[in-house]
């Protein structure tokens, strides 16, 4: 198969003031591919774009929050303003919540799908028009290890991330015969600040939202520009689906062989 090649094409990346999203589009500057970065956080995006910045490559920034449904729904013509063509779109944009589920209040976890899964569909509604557009396009949403496992205190992060799989699933066979390719990643423990953003659920104390960052942020050990190196790298090898790091591979095993018990089997491994 033809490989992708990002040089002088034109990138869309949401959640690009931090960690993977920050990674992708160094990475993706490096290859010759133009930007049009996305966030919430302004001064976030104005140091990703800093250290974006190579001669010859456009980079754009805007704030956007994929929750808005309006801000979404207008955005390819802000962005077509700066860009003639988009021909990929890394739906990255994403936030945590930690707790079991009887202790998460229902407005943060509908917040949560709201952003995870509902900005990746209202991203993708928006732009694929302008990808189909485009002479040969890839669509790349975000899931993770939690959309592959679904381990206790997660219900929420788990249920989106296994929504964005199974759309993105369902879409690549749908877009079958165009110029759009889907690609669906599963990070593992990647190093970014998601613990520390992630709001802990209600009632908790201080000293056990700690210990629970503590714990989290131990199985982070990925550096966020090698997932990016390594994202990349699956986009230019059209790959439908990568696994970041040997979590999510050991992961995606334990699933296959041991369907309802996988957890009982890493609790074995860990211990």
Request: with cysteine; charged share 25%; net charge positive.
């Amino acid at each position: 198969m033809k490989r992708f090649n990002l040089k002088g094409r034109t990138a869309i990346v949401t959640g690009a003031a931090s960690g993977i999203g920050r990674a992708l589009a160094t990475v993706l500057a490096r290859r010759g591919c133009h930007l049009a970065l996305a966030d919430v956080d302004d001064s976030g995006l104005r140091e990703t774009e800093t250290l974006a910045a190579i001669t010859n490559v456009r980079i754009t920034r805007h704030h956007l929050d994929v929750a808005d449904k309006a801000a979404v729904a207008t955005f390819p013509h802000v962005v077509a303003d700066k860009h003639p063509r988009i021909d990929v779109l890394i739906n990255n944009a994403g936030i945590a919540l930690g707790g079991n589920f009887r202790d998460v209040d229902e407005a943060d976890f509908e917040r949560l799908i709201d952003i995870n899964f509902f900005g990746v569909v209202r991203m993708t509604r928006a732009f694929l028009p302008v990808l189909v557009a485009s002479d040969d396009a890839r669509l790349v949403n975000l899931s993770s290890i939690f959309g592959i496992v679904a381990p206790p205190g997660q219900a929420a992060y788990c249920a989106s991330k296994f929504a964005v799989r199974g759309f993105s699933g369902s879409l690549r066979k749908e877009l079958e015969g165009t110029t759009v390719g889907v690609t669906v990643v599963h990070p593992g423990g990647v190093k970014t600040s998601i613990a520390k953003s992630a709001k802990p659920p209600a009632g908790a104390t201080a000293e056990q939202t700690a210990t629970s960052v503590r714990r989290v942020e131990r199985a982070l050990k990925m550096p966020a520009e090698q997932a990016g190196e390594i994202i990349v790298a699956a986009i230019e090898a059209r790959k439908d689906r990568v696994l970041v790091g040997s979590d999510a591979k050991v992961a995606a095993f334990l699933e296959r062989l041991a369907p309802t018990h996988y957890w009982n089997v890493a609790k074995r491994i860990m211990r």
